[in-house]
């Protein structure tokens, strides 16, 4: 007779990743993304796991991972990568929850929602170094920024913006966007945003400049590399922590899945 497959979770070796990853980090706080069913190692086991290290922040890609990490009495800061649509913003205010935000649409519909429940919101606004997918363009922002700092109810905790290339070491799109993201840093500086993020796993590892504020480690943590191409010390002893019968159950390969349209961007050729 076959036997049933089995799982097994180590919590201990997620510790450990954490741990390398924040001696790379510094003093910076690290803000675990846990989206996708914190990439299926089962979300509120891993997050239950988080706050026990003392981690107070995580990231998750949309509302509804967030709203059920609440329904489950986590009480953990929950920021929302992905970019809401106007009629989340009452889910997003009720929730405590904190949102990308790279639209002025967004930001108005925030600001209206906390008026309606009496509650502040806490948003982190995106700016598009290169990405080509959430946020507003490096000119953009300063207007955005203001209006931010203006409106009744809105909290501006970040300013934030993610690369598509990292994990090329030497990627001259990758060091453009540091140097970008700098740059409106520096001219929205007055509105004292209290932390600047940007560093994703392999930036962790690889482009240290990006690390600023706070970072942001994902598949990392969970034991795996984010390229073949990212070459540090640190990789070999990084521990993947979910082990089957016959090794490991985890892998980067993709699987065909349904989504949702998010966003339509128009961008001038060349972008950025």
Not at 68 to 89: D, K, N, Q
Not at 99 to 128: F, I, M, T, Y
Not at 259 to 267: E, H, K, N, S, V
Request: net charge neutral; hydrophobic share 45%; with cysteine.
């Amino acid at each position: 007779m076959q036997e049933a497959s089995q799982a097994f979770i180590h919590l201990d070796r997620l510790t450990r990743n954490l741990r390398l990853l924040q001696d790379l980090a510094g003093p910076r706080p690290l803000w675990p993304c846990v989206k996708a069913n914190a990439y299926g190692h089962g979300l509120e086991l891993i997050v239950r796991h988080l706050e026990s290290l003392g981690i107070d922040t995580v990231c998750v890609a949309h509302v509804s991972e967030a709203v059920l990490l609440r329904e489950v009495g986590i009480g953990a800061t929950i920021l929302v990568l992905s970019a809401p649509p106007p009629e989340a913003c009452e889910t997003i205010v009720a929730h405590r929850l904190e949102p990308v935000v790279g639209s002025r649409e967004v930001l108005e519909a925030l600001s209206q929602a906390s008026a309606q429940l009496a509650q502040p919101v806490s948003v982190h606004l995106k700016v598009d170094t290169g990405m080509g997918r959430i946020g507003l363009l490096p000119q953009q922002m300063p207007d955005l920024v203001a209006r931010a700092t203006a409106l009744e109810g809105i909290q501006v905790r970040g300013l934030m913006s993610h690369f598509p290339l990292a994990d090329e070491p030497e990627s001259a799109i990758s060091q453009k966007q540091i140097e970008t993201f700098e740059r409106v840093c520096a001219e929205t500086a007055e509105a004292a945003i209290p932390f600047r993020h940007m560093a994703n796993s392999a930036a962790i590892f690889d482009w240290p400049e990006s690390r600023f504020d706070a970072v942001r480690p994902g598949i990392a943590m969970y034991g795996l590399r984010p390229s073949p191409a990212i070459a540090t010390h640190v990789l070999p002893n990084l521990n993947r922590f979910l082990i089957g019968r016959h090794g490991s159950l985890f892998s980067r390969r993709c699987l065909l899945g349904l989504g949702c349209l998010m966003a339509i961007r128009f961008l001038r050729t060349g972008h950025p």
